[in-house]
């Protein structure tokens, strides 16, 4: 079974364009992720829940909105894609705020064109 | 600016031969993790070290966290195909964060 899983793998969409990314974990963890990770590598926190509330948001542009509709679940929208959006999306997740084992998601490659 | 550098960023090397990853930063982590990444994939845990100048073996990789708790090492011994990937470490900066380096991608040669 996937522990973390994301919809969907690719998405290519054009400029302007509103479009979501799903993430779902079954190991019963109460803290979620989502990073971002450019083309080179660089692998950044946008937003972290706790029991489907917000705790961190790193100056993350306002198009970017997450919802966590129960524990197990949180998604990403994001409004009126730009080309700098284009990068790998990772949901990750933590049995809590305070432990330090991530278990990640297989990653959305966004493209925008 | 970069809190944690990794070096080197590409390595090339031949199978069975040995290598060290280093991830230095000029602050103090709580902990410090290493993941691998492959091409497609999601990070995935290798280890976490919490205790400054703790040593962790995975077969055959020996994990270092430095004394201070600021920098961190990973070495390769005998390394086989098996090992190529994208090799990040990660520092933890109080509870909630964790802070990544730009990786080190590794390439291990038959």
């Given at each position: 079974d996937t522990a973390v899983s994301q919809t969907p793998k690719y998405l290519v969409t054009q400029m302007g364009n509103d479009k979501s990314i799903k993430c779902e974990q079954n190991l019963g963890h109460d803290t979620m992720y989502w990073y971002k990770?450019?083309?080179?590598?660089?692998?950044?926190?946008?937003?972290?829940?706790?029991n489907k509330e917000l705790i961190i948001n790193e100056t993350v542009p306002n198009r970017f909105s997450p919802k966590s509709p129960d524990k197990a679940h949180l998604n990403l929208h994001i409004n009126s894609l730009e080309l700098g959006d284009s990068a790998v999306y990772f949901c990750a997740s933590s049995g809590s705020p305070r432990s330090y084992e991530q278990y990640f998601g297989p990653g959305t490659r966004l493209t925008v064109t | 600016t970069q809190l944690l550098e990794q070096s080197p960023?590409?390595?090339?090397?031949?199978?069975?031969?040995?290598?060290?990853?280093?991830?230095?930063?000029?602050?103090?982590?709580?902990?410090?993790?290493?993941y691998r990444q492959e091409p497609g994939e999601g990070p995935v845990l290798l280890v976490t070290v919490v205790t400054g100048g703790e040593v962790k073996k995975l077969k055959r990789l020996t994990f270092q966290f430095g004394d201070a708790r600021k920098d961190s090492s990973l070495h390769i011994t005998a390394a086989q195909p098996g090992d190529t990937g994208l090799y990040l470490c990660a520092g933890a900066r109080g509870a909630q964060k964790l802070v990544f380096g730009q990786g080190?991608?590794?390439?291990?040669?038959p």
């Open positions: 990770q450019d083309s080179k590598k660089f692998l950044k926190i946008m937003f972290s829940y706790n | 960023q590409f390595l090339s090397i031949q199978e069975g031969e040995n290598l060290t990853v280093y991830c230095n930063s000029s602050s103090v982590f709580s902990s410090l993790q290493w080190t991608r590794l390439t291990i040669n």
